[in-house]
Protein backbone atom coordinates (compact mmCIF):
# COMPACT_ATOMS: atom_id res chain seq x y z
CA UNK A 1 0.00 0.00 0.00
CA UNK A 2 1.07 3.40 -0.88
CA UNK A 3 -1.28 5.19 0.06
CA UNK A 4 -0.85 7.21 3.10
CA UNK A 5 -3.56 7.33 6.16
CA UNK A 6 -5.27 10.74 6.02
CA UNK A 7 -5.41 12.61 9.35
CA UNK A 8 -8.91 12.73 11.58
CA UNK A 9 -8.12 16.25 11.88
CA UNK A 10 -6.57 18.94 10.15
CA UNK A 11 -3.11 19.75 11.29
CA UNK A 12 -2.66 23.56 12.86
CA UNK A 13 -0.47 25.01 10.04
CA UNK A 14 -3.41 23.71 7.68
CA UNK A 15 -6.13 24.90 9.21
CA UNK A 16 -4.16 28.53 9.81
CA UNK A 17 -3.82 28.53 6.05
CA UNK A 18 -7.10 27.77 5.22
CA UNK A 19 -8.47 30.04 7.56
CA UNK A 20 -6.50 32.91 6.39
CA UNK A 21 -7.44 32.31 2.62
CA UNK A 22 -11.20 32.39 3.60
CA UNK A 23 -10.34 35.73 5.71
CA UNK A 24 -8.45 37.20 2.41
CA UNK A 25 -11.86 36.18 0.32
CA UNK A 26 -14.60 37.50 3.25
CA UNK A 27 -12.16 40.70 3.06
CA UNK A 28 -12.09 40.88 -0.57
CA UNK A 29 -15.56 40.43 -0.86
CA UNK A 30 -16.64 43.09 1.67
CA UNK A 31 -14.35 45.41 -0.18
CA UNK A 32 -16.49 44.64 -3.26
CA UNK A 33 -19.48 45.20 -1.42
CA UNK A 34 -18.68 48.17 0.36
CA UNK A 35 -17.11 49.84 -3.22
CA UNK A 36 -20.62 49.42 -4.55
CA UNK A 37 -22.48 49.77 -2.13
CA UNK A 38 -22.94 52.98 -3.16
CA UNK A 39 -24.57 52.40 -6.65
CA UNK A 40 -26.43 49.39 -5.53
CA UNK A 41 -29.25 48.18 -3.43
CA UNK A 42 -28.14 49.66 0.03
CA UNK A 43 -30.59 47.13 2.20
CA UNK A 44 -28.80 44.30 0.38
CA UNK A 45 -25.61 45.61 0.31
CA UNK A 46 -25.72 45.89 4.45
CA UNK A 47 -27.16 42.77 5.12
CA UNK A 48 -24.60 41.03 2.63
CA UNK A 49 -21.47 42.97 4.74
CA UNK A 50 -23.16 42.23 7.91
CA UNK A 51 -23.08 37.91 6.84
CA UNK A 52 -19.57 38.41 5.65
CA UNK A 53 -18.67 40.09 8.92
CA UNK A 54 -20.25 37.59 10.81
CA UNK A 55 -18.04 34.80 9.03
CA UNK A 56 -14.79 36.63 10.00
CA UNK A 57 -16.14 36.39 13.44
CA UNK A 58 -15.77 32.61 13.11
CA UNK A 59 -12.56 32.86 11.44
CA UNK A 60 -11.30 35.24 14.17
CA UNK A 61 -13.12 32.16 17.00
CA UNK A 62 -11.94 29.08 14.64
CA UNK A 63 -7.96 30.51 14.99
CA UNK A 64 -8.35 30.34 18.40
CA UNK A 65 -9.46 27.05 18.80
CA UNK A 66 -6.46 26.30 16.52
CA UNK A 67 -4.32 28.15 19.47
CA UNK A 68 -5.35 26.24 22.12
CA UNK A 69 -5.68 22.92 20.42
CA UNK A 70 -9.78 22.39 20.35
CA UNK A 71 -10.15 23.10 16.56
CA UNK A 72 -11.33 20.27 14.90
CA UNK A 73 -13.89 18.88 17.99
CA UNK A 74 -17.49 19.86 18.08
CA UNK A 75 -18.31 22.62 20.56
CA UNK A 76 -21.40 20.62 21.65
CA UNK A 77 -20.79 17.16 21.45
CA UNK A 78 -16.48 17.37 21.56
CA UNK A 79 -16.36 14.48 18.91
CA UNK A 80 -13.87 15.39 16.05
CA UNK A 81 -15.50 17.27 12.70
CA UNK A 82 -15.01 15.18 9.75
CA UNK A 83 -12.04 17.11 7.91
CA UNK A 84 -14.26 16.75 4.50
CA UNK A 85 -16.55 19.03 6.44
CA UNK A 86 -13.39 21.46 7.76
CA UNK A 87 -11.82 21.50 4.14
CA UNK A 88 -15.49 22.77 3.11
CA UNK A 89 -16.22 25.06 6.46
CA UNK A 90 -12.96 25.09 7.55
CA UNK A 91 -14.36 27.43 10.55
CA UNK A 92 -17.04 24.97 11.70
CA UNK A 93 -17.72 24.81 14.79
CA UNK A 94 -20.57 22.19 15.20
CA UNK A 95 -20.13 18.32 13.64
CA UNK A 96 -22.91 17.52 10.86
CA UNK A 97 -25.37 16.28 13.32
CA UNK A 98 -25.54 18.71 16.03
CA UNK A 99 -25.55 21.70 13.24
CA UNK A 100 -28.81 20.40 12.32
CA UNK A 101 -30.21 20.55 15.85
CA UNK A 102 -29.16 24.06 16.33
ZN1 LIG B 1 -21.37 17.37 17.62
Not at 32 to 42: F, H, Q, S
Request: glycine share 6%; proline share 4%.
Amino acid sequence: MTTVARSPNLTAPEARRRLAHERDSRLTQLSAIEAGAALADKELSSAQAAAIRRVLTEISAAEDRVADGTYGACQRCGSGIPVERLEILPYARYCVGCQQKS
